[in-house]
């Protein structure tokens, strides 16, 4: 399975990716962790240890350039667009508690489509990821979905958006599934976040609309002690019991 997740920025899509990689983890799967945000903190997270010293993909301007050839010259830059990434994985990764960890980096913004070697390595490594490994992959994505392109979308088996209660997250959700719907994934689920009580479950629940819901995690203020006192948030039991009910619901489906 190759789960992808999205949302509005700071509605607990890494704590969501966190927590499921570590229930397939759990379960005996292989499990590749893919940190598409470029403020990457799945690491952290995960409980990795020295996780702010991992340098992410795109900043290893040596290997993008040996992988793509890229060179600059009088009449502009060149650089091959199939770079070989099959080796990437597993030299670049970091393993922790069966997670294989690998951060991406930012993906450069610019024209239509920015064709840089930067972009063309990620793009590679993502496209080899999500359609040539057969591990578990969770994808733990920045606001938006600029990590998938027509040709990786069918790779995804579900996009998970997450939403917390609020009309700003649950617009996000709705530009999400459209910009999904436009490359080609099709199965959708929700996640409500931070509810703290009956009627913010309900608002959530109202406000999906037609979408796939796949349940609910609490607002629990244990988690705000403990990242002041730098414990993983992964530990955190409630959060671990509402995600593994969850994660049962995602597997049952896809079996
Ligand atoms: N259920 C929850 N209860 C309490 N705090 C939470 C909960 N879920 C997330 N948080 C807190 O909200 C903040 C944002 O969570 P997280 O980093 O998972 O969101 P994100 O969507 O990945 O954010 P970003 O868009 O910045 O990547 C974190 O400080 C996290 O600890
Ligand atoms: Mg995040």
């Known amino acids: 399975m190759k789960i992808a997740v999205s949302g509005k920025g700071g509605v607990g899509k890494t704590l969501l990716s966190a927590f499921l990689a570590q229930a397939f983890a759990h379960d005996g799967y292989g499990v590749i962790a893919i940190d598409a945000d470029p403020d990457a903190n799945l690491g952290a997270s995960l409980g990795f240890p020295d996780s702010d010293k991992i340098v992410p993909i795109s900043h290893l301007k040596e290997l993008i350039r040996e992988r793509t050839g890229a060179k600059e010259s009088a009449?502009?830059?060149?650089?091959k667009l199939n770079p070989r990434v099959d080796d990437l994985p597993d030299e670049y990764s970091l393993t922790h508690n069966g997670i294989r960890l690998l951060v991406m980096g930012e993906?450069?913004?610019?024209?239509?489509?920015?064709?840089?070697?930067?972009?063309?390595?990620?793009?590679?490594?993502?496209?080899?990821?999500?359609?040539?490994?057969?591990?578990?992959?969770i994808l733990d994505m920045a606001a938006g979905i600029e990590h998938l392109s027509r040709g990786t979308a069918k790779a995804v088996d579900r996009l998970i958006i997450v939403v917390e209660p609020g009309q700003a997250s649950m617009e996000t959700a709705h530009r999400v599934k459209k910009l999904a719907n436009d490359i080609g994934i099709q199965e959708l689920a929700i996640v409500g976040n931070k509810v703290r009580n009956a009627d913010e479950e309900a608002y959530i629940r109202k406000g999906v609309k037609d979408l796939d819901m796949l349940g609910v995690i609490p607002y629990d203020a244990g988690l705000v002690d403990a990242q002041m006192r730098g414990v993983p948030i992964i530990q955190n039991q409630a959060i671990k019991s509402s995600v593994d009910a969850i994660y049962a619901k995602l597997t049952a489906r896809a079996n």
Do not use: Q, T
Not at 75 to 79: I, K, L, N, Q, V
Not at 110 to 126: D, K
């Open 107 to 137: 993906v450069k913004r610019g024209g239509s489509g920015c064709y840089c070697p930067e972009n063309v390595l990620l793009g590679a490594l993502m496209s080899h990821l999500l359609l040539r490994r057969d591990e578990m992959v």
């Open 75 to 79: 009449g502009g830059a060149y650089f």
